[in-house]
């Protein structure tokens, strides 16, 4: 099952264009103050939204520790392929386990009938649960 995440509000192309404002402005010490509120006021977004643009951009490029965009994006295939093995591994034990069961109960099944057809056979064989009949 596959988890599909939320549509997308803003465009790569906007996304890319108000981190590159914002990183620029925030170089000039005089525009730093602020920068990332201005940007996002004027492009119409909540200014958390292009802090985290900006803070994976920063990322991204060596300029601040954390896990790149591509690390994470591997991380989650990773993730994603170890699910579908544990489910993969979990059918088949169960399968396996089935079918030992089955070859069980087959083979027991197929030994308690040759040891009747054994004890049926030899009627003049005394065996404990059978006595000779008495004279």
Excluded: Y
């Excluded at 509120?37 to 900006?54: A, D, F, K, Y």
Aim: charged share 30%; glycine share 4%; with cysteine.
């Amino acid at each position: 099952m596959r988890v599909m995440s939320a549509p997308k509000k803003f465009s790569d192309e906007l996304r890319e264009r108000a981190t590159r404002m914002a990183v620029e402005l925030r170089r000039d010490p005089e525009t730093r103050g602020g920068a990332i509120r201005r940007v996002s006021e004027q492009l119409g977004m909540h200014p958390e939204t292009l802090r985290n643009w900006v803070r994976q951009a920063e990322i991204d490029g060596g300029v601040r520790p954390g896990t790149t965009s591509d690390e994470a994006k591997r991380l989650a295939e990773l993730e994603q392929e170890n699910r579908e093995l544990r489910r993969a591994n979990h059918i088949l034990r169960t399968a396996s386990a089935s079918a030992a069961r089955r070859i069980s109960t087959s083979s027991r099944s197929r030994l308690f009938s040759a040891f009747n057809r054994l004890i049926s056979a030899s009627s003049s064989v005394v065996t404990p649960w059978r006595c000779p009949p008495s004279t």
